[in-house]
């Protein structure tokens, strides 16, 4: 990185304004003008922060992942895309744990399988509520960036549907013989978490649903779904 400037409170100005139109517009739609315009400055101006839009997209990770440094170097300049893909995978490999869910899945059947299946429905959601903003910036720009979609896919997605699943197999909540009603039950149950905890809060017409209701409505429709 250069050691030109010194980042300023505006930087986080320009990172937050960064990941709200690659949120909005995805990469390949999301231009630096659109960063400029919505803070009303030039684009001149954003290029003293970012050296290239490849930089800007890394601003805005560091930013959804509450890695913003308050010493950033600027303008802050990438390898390309590796380097955005480099701090995601990094994100995701240290927040891609499931507790609840593996001790689950290492213990025999509880008293309480209800009970059990809240505190992972709970576990789930409170991990994709707290990293909405980066879980959504990298589904956004996965249609655009191939390697953000396998990545998030091989190191998320799967391997917590394969756990889910597991465990209701495990738990005999499906039999085992219909493995395609269990896939589908456990995606449909983990789905309908992930809206409540991320998409709700990016739906105008689910204003009337606050935090605690979302993460209350999340696991009784996981538990229900699952145990019945």
């Known amino acids: 990185m250069s050691g030109a400037r010194r980042g300023?409170?505006?930087?986080?100005?320009?990172?937050r304004a960064a990941l709200a139109c690659f949120r909005r517009g995805g990469y390949r739609l999301t231009q630096i003008a659109h960063v400029s315009e919505s803070l009303g400055i030039s684009v001149g101006t954003i290029y003293r922060y970012?050296?290239?839009?490849?930089?800007?997209?890394?601003?805005?990770v560091m930013e959804a992942s509450g890695q913003l440094p308050r010493d950033l170097d600027l303008p802050l300049e990438v390898g390309g895309l590796d380097d955005v893909v480099a701090l995601v995978r990094s994100e995701m490999l240290a927040h891609a744990s499931w507790p609840i869910l593996g001790r689950a899945l290492?213990?025999?059947?509880?008293?309480?399988?209800?009970?059990?299946?809240?505190a992972i429905a709970g576990e789930l959601y409170d991990s994709v509520f707290e990293r909405a903003a980066l879980v959504s910036l990298v589904d956004r720009c996965a249609h655009d960036i191939p390697?953000?979609?396998e990545l998030f896919d091989s190191k998320v997605r799967l391997p917590l549907l394969a756990n889910l699943?597991?465990?209701?197999?495990?738990?005999?909540?499906?039999?085992?013989?219909h493995p395609s009603l269990a896939e589908g039950l456990t995606r449909g149950a983990m789905e309908?978490?992930?809206?409540?905890?991320?998409?709700?809060?990016?739906?105008?017409?689910?204003?009337?649903?606050?935090?605690?209701?979302?993460?209350?409505?999340?696991?009784?429709?996981?538990?229900?779904?699952?145990?019945?």
Request: net charge positive; aromatic share 4%; charged share 35%.
């Open 50 to 60: 970012v050296e290239s839009k490849e930089a800007l997209l890394l601003l805005a």
């Open 8 to 15: 300023t409170d505006r930087t986080q100005d320009v990172a």
């Open 106 to 118: 290492e213990t025999r059947r509880p008293k309480d399988v209800r009970r059990e299946a809240e």
């Open 165 to 177: 699943k597991a465990w209701a197999l495990r738990r005999r909540l499906v039999a085992a013989d």
């Open 192 to 228: 309908a978490v992930v809206w409540l905890a991320r998409n709700r809060r990016e739906d105008r017409t689910a204003t009337g649903i606050d935090d605690a209701a979302a993460r209350a409505a999340a696991v009784a429709i996981f538990t229900n779904a699952l145990v019945g």
């Open 147 to 149: 390697e953000l979609a």
